[in-house]
C-alpha cells in the first residue's frame, strides 16, 4: 500500500471530507515522505499544492469524485471495469483487503500493478462468467470499458466556454497573461490586464480566471474544466501523436485535459498518465489507447492527429 492507498482508504471510511480537511492529510502524507527523502521539498508546498499531489490522482483515475459547489470530497462506490479483450477487470474505488481476497474465491487472479505516482491499479483475470458471479455476490458494479460511450458523447472543448458568465472584474490586483513556451504555459505579470485577447489571472486577494476575447468582451472561469477549454483555446500548436503498434497517444503537456476526457483515456489502466519528452517538448502519455479513442480525443481538443513514426 502506498502514501495514495492509505488517503484513499481514509476518505472511504469518512464518506465525504471537506477539502480543506483533504488539504491538512495531504499535508501530513507530505510531511512523512520528507521524513524518508529529506532532499524532497514538497513539505514545503502550499497547502493547495498538498492537495494536487495527494488527492488530484484520485479525483483524475475516477476512484473518488470532488463536488465543487460543496468543496467536498466523495470516494466512488467501488466496481469493476471488464476488459473483454484481456480477459480481466480492472478495480474502482476502495478495495480492502479481504474484498481482494474474496475475488479469489471465484478462481479469479489478482494482479497488482504499482505506479510511479497514484494509487495501486488492482486488477483481476478469468472468465466473464466468473467475474460477473463475483460482483453479484460483493454487490458491486461491474461494467465494461465506459471510455468510447464517454468520448463520443462529449462536444468539442470549446463548447466548455460558450454561454458562460460575463465578467466585470476591476484591475486592481496583481494580473497575469498567459503565454506559451513550446507545450509549457508561462504566466507574465501584466500591468494592463484584458488590453489585449488571451487568458489573464488574478494573484494578488482571491484568484481569478479571465478570458479576453478577440471582441473584448470577457467570460469568467470558475470551474477546472472551464481553465482547460480556455488554455488550450489560446494555444495554437495542437498536434497529437499515436503510436498504433504501441497503443499510446501522447497529447502536448499544456495543461490537463477535461476530466472525463483523461478518464476515458484511463479507464483501462487506472494509472494517471506520464509525462515524456520528445523532440524536445513534454507530452502526456496515455497508454493502451486504441486508435478509435484517439481519433475521438482528437476531434475534442481540436487537434490533428500525427500517425507517424514510433512515440515511444
Known amino acids: 500500500m502506498n502514501r495514495w492507498d492509505a488517503l484513499l482508504g481514509w476518505l472511504d471510511e469518512r464518506g465525504e471530507t471537506d477539502w480543506e480537511r483533504v488539504k491538512r492529510a495531504s499535508k501530513a502524507l507530505s510531511a512523512t515522505r520528507h521524513v524518508e527523502q529529506p532532499e524532497w521539498d514538497g513539505a514545503h508546498w502550499s497547502p493547495w499544492k498538498h492537495a494536487d499531489f495527494w488527492a488530484k490522482p484520485l479525483i483524475q483515475i475516477g476512484h473518488a469524485e470532488y463536488i465543487e459547489a460543496e468543496k467536498k470530497v466523495m470516494v466512488c ?15 474502482f474505488g476502495y478495495w ?28 483481476v483475470s478469468g472468465k466473464a462468467d466468473r467475474i460477473k458471479q463475483a460482483a453479484r455476490h460483493l454487490g458491486v458494479w461491474l461494467s465494461p470499458d465506459p471510455g468510447v460511450s464517454i ?16 465578467d466585470d472584474s476591476p484591475c486592481d490586483g496583481n494580473w497575469e497573461r498567459l503565454f506559451f513556451d513550446d507545450h509549457q504555459c508561462k504566466w507574465k505579470n501584466t500591468p494592463q490586464p484584458f488590453s489585449e485577447p488571451g487568458l489573464y489571472r488574478r494573484r494578488h486577494g482571491q484568484w481569478r480566471y479571465v478570458l479576453t476575447h478577440d471582441d473584448h468582451t470577457r467570460i469568467a472561469l470558475v470551474t477546472k474544466d472551464q481553465r482547460s477549454a480556455a488554455v488550450w483555446s489560446c494555444f495554437e500548436s495542437r498536434i497529437c501523436r499515436f503510436d498504433a503498434d504501441h497503443q499510446t497517444l501522447l497529447i502536448p503537456a499544456v495543461y490537463e485535459l477535461p476530466l472525463l476526457v483523461t478518464r476515458a483515456l484511463i479507464a ?10 520528445v523532440d524536445n517538448k513534454n507530452w502526456l502519455q496515455f497508454k493502451d489507447v486504441d486508435q478509435h479513442k484517439a481519433q475521438q480525443v482528437a476531434r475534442i481538443m481540436r487537434c490533428n492527429l500525427d500517425y507517424g513514426s514510433p512515440v515511444i
Open 77 to 91: 462506490p467501488k466496481g469493476m471495469v471488464w476488459l473483454e479483450d484481456d480477459q480481466r477487470a480492472i478495480l
Open 268 to 277: 483501462r489502466t487506472a494509472q494517471i498518465p506520464g509525462r515524456v519528452q
Open 151 to 166: 468520448l463520443e458523447k462529449l462536444p468539442v472543448i470549446d463548447k466548455l466556454l460558450m454561454g458562460l458568465q460575463k
Open 96 to 123: 480492502r483487503e479481504d474484498d481482494r481476497d474474496a475475488l479469489k474465491r471465484f478462481d479469479l487472479r489478482i494482479t497488482e500493478d504499482p505506479p510511479e505516482k497514484g494509487p495501486t491499479c488492482w486488477s
